[in-house]
T-cell receptor, first 116, second 116 residues
Framework: AQTVTQSQPEMSVQEAETVTLSCTYD???????LFWYKQPPSRQMILVIR??????QNATENRFSVNFQKAAKSFSLKISDSQLGDTAMYFC?????????????FGKGTKLSVIP | DTGVSQDPRHKITKRGQNVTFRCDPI?????LYWYRQTLGQGPEFLTY????????KSRLLSDRFSAERPKGSFSTLEIQRTEQGDSAMYLC??????????????FGQGTRLTVV
């Protein structure tokens, strides 16, 4: 079984500033994937960034980057130059191949508000 | 193809009634997932299809819940004898076959069920 913990229920950041969202996970699998998903209000969940556990290099996608600490089972998301459109729920998630399903285990989420 | 489509977007039903939701995945995606998201929580996995075969079911999926994916295309999730505790957002997601980057799940906008 996998567990994902997000310890920050809510966060806020000033527009153009940088914010870091925390995530820790626990899994007994050796080959797994980590994700950050964004869920804007009343809109569908979209992938922000992904990390394969076997890759040591931290993933980056434009203003979004992760700090993947495999030994500590930590996977934080850094958002640089925050924009109003970044306001959303952010979910950290983990998956592994299992029976081939790659089902996702999510944390409870962090509500991020970007303040003008 | 505009993405994963779910119908209806909202459903209000009386306790004890049956409800059915539909999900149309992205056309080339052979993996399909159902998740349930309650207020203030991250999505929880319910069940997984690979093509028309239902390969995994969560223990959250009581015997009142049934899912199908005839011909490996659209999927339906039926809840019989609904209870107030079934009130939630039901999310559908799909992904390509294979491993690695293909494991990215694309989500629909969800069906919000309210049982009164």
């Amino acid at each position: 079984a996998q567990t994902v913990t997000q310890s920050q229920p809510e966060m806020s950041v000033q527009e153009a500033e940088t914010v870091t969202l925390s995530c820790t996970y626990d899994t007994s699998e050796s080959n797994y994937y980590l994700f950050w998903y964004k869920q804007p209000p009343s809109r569908q969940m979209i992938l922000v960034i992904r990390q394969e556990a076997y890759k040591q290099q931290n993933a980056t996608e434009n203003r979004f980057s992760v700090n993947f600490q495999k030994a500590a089972k930590s996977f934080s998301l850094k958002i640089s130059d925050s924009q109003l459109g970044d306001t959303a729920m952010y979910f950290c998630a983990c998956s592994y191949s299992g029976a081939g399903s790659y089902q996702l285990t999510f944390g409870k989420g962090t509500k991020l508000s970007v303040i003008p | 193809d505009t993405g994963v489509s779910q119908d209806p977007r909202h459903k209000i039903t009386k306790r004890g009634q049956n409800v059915t939701f539909r999900c149309d995945p992205i056309s080339e995606h052979n993996r399909l997932y159902w998740y349930r998201q309650t207020l203030g929580q991250g999505p929880e996995f319910l069940t997984y299809f690979q093509n028309e075969a239902q390969l995994e079911k969560s223990r959250l999926l009581s015997d009142r819940f049934s899912a199908e994916r005839p011909k490996g295309s659209f999927s339906t999730l039926e809840i019989q004898r609904t209870e107030q505790g079934d009130s939630a957002m039901y999310l559908c997601a799909s992904s390509l076959p294979g491993q690695g980057i293909n494991t990215e799940a694309f989500f629909g906008q969800g069906t919000r069920l309210t049982v009164v």
